[in-house]
């Protein structure tokens, strides 16, 4: 079962991954972004909310050790901090916000409680 969990978690990770890589400009309108003018915006959409998550699910899927999915759980964890800080420093909190924050610490506590 914990397999089975790793494996598809690894592989929202792909999936998410692969939305911001290929499709950058539908991820800025979900979150909220623009590019004003540049493409450094859609540049760091396309790495680090893109190609960075598939690296680690699919380095997780070739290695397949319980530490390399642990990885996708701390990067997971970063993200979630990241938006927590949010919350609390720039914003009022809104449902997608919260939504985001639930769904980071979910994807985080499950990839770290199982393989830690």
Do not use: H, K, Q
Not at 11 to 30: H, K, N
């Amino acid at each position: 079962m914990i397999d089975a969990i790793n494996i598809l978690l690894a592989l929202a990770s792909i999936g998410l991954g692969a939305i911001g890589w290929l499709a950058p400009r539908y991820t800025m309108g979900v979150l909220d972004l623009e590019t004003n003018g540049s493409t450094m915006g859609t540049s760091e959409i396309r790495a680090a909310s893109g190609a960075l998550f598939i690296g680690l699910g699919l380095g997780a899927l070739i290695l397949g050790s319980p530490i390399a999915y642990a990885m996708i759980g701390f990067a997971w964890a970063g993200a979630a901090v990241g938006r927590v800080t949010s919350i609390a420093l720039d914003e009022a909190p809104t449902r997608r916000t919260w939504g985001f924050a639930a769904t980071e610490i979910v994807v985080a506590g499950l990839l770290l409680a199982l393989n830690l």
